[in-house]
């Protein structure tokens, strides 16, 4: 499992999964749940969705030749 998110893919999926969670809990509604996806994705940096698509947000290493 390679690694498919960029720091700017990962900062935007934490920021969103903790607003979706703190919205579950403010509505007490058990849809606040769905935040842990994003957080989870981000935590791990590596999305499931990007690999059929082939779709990476990871920049290129500047070392790579």
């Known amino acids: 499992m390679k ?3 960029g ?3 990962r900062i935007i ?9 703190g919205v579950g809990f403010y509505f007490k509604s058990w849809w606040g749940a769905v ?8 935590g791990i940096g590596w999305c499931p969705l990007y690999c059929p698509l082939k779709i ?3 920049g290129k290493s500047a070392d790579a030749s």
């Open 13 to 21: 999926r934490i920021v969103l999964g903790l607003i979706i969670v």
């Open 56 to 58: 990476s947000t990871k």
């Open 35 to 42: 935040g842990i996806i994003p957080l989870a994705t981000a």
């Open 7 to 9: 720091s700017t893919d």
């Open 3 to 5: 690694s498919n998110m």
